[in-house]
């Protein structure tokens, strides 16, 4: 059974860091690509970061770049998320999946039940 499992969210405040980790089971870890995505609500689920199986190429989105970094780990099938210089708008459900191609939630199959982030002002 896939399973993606992660931690780490909570409540913090502007400037402040955080780091989202993702424990990854029941599949090769190699085989897929890991994202990150976010949904605030009302708005679409949008991807934050994604770090290519294959080539261990990564995406940010635009917001996020040069504030958030995205590692694996592939000993512990963990990928992590290291969010930095946190705004408000940072805030929302963050959730990591597993799949393939471009970093946009259709693309990706199997996904974790998410952890919020919520960065006061």
């Known amino acids: 059974e896939v399973q993606l499992v992660e931690s780490g969210g909570g409540l913090v405040q502007a400037g402040e860091s955080l780091r989202l980790s993702c424990a990854a089971s029941g599949f090769t870890f190699d085989d897929y690509s890991i994202g990150w995505f976010r949904q605030a609500p009302g708005k679409e689920r949008e991807g934050v970061s994604c770090?290519?199986?294959?080539?261990?190429?990564?995406y940010y989105e635009e917001s996020v770049k040069g504030r958030f970094t995205i590692s694996s780990d592939t000993a512990k099938n963990t990928v992590y998320l290291q969010m930095d210089s946190l705004k408000p708008e940072d805030t929302a459900v963050y959730y990591c999946?597993?799949?393939?191609?471009?970093?946009?939630?259709?693309?990706?199959?199997?996904w974790g039940q998410g952890t919020q982030v919520t960065v006061s002002s």
């Open positions: 999946a597993a799949g393939g191609g471009v970093c946009y939630y259709r693309e990706y199959n199997y």
């Open positions: 770090i290519s199986s294959s080539d261990g190429n990564t």
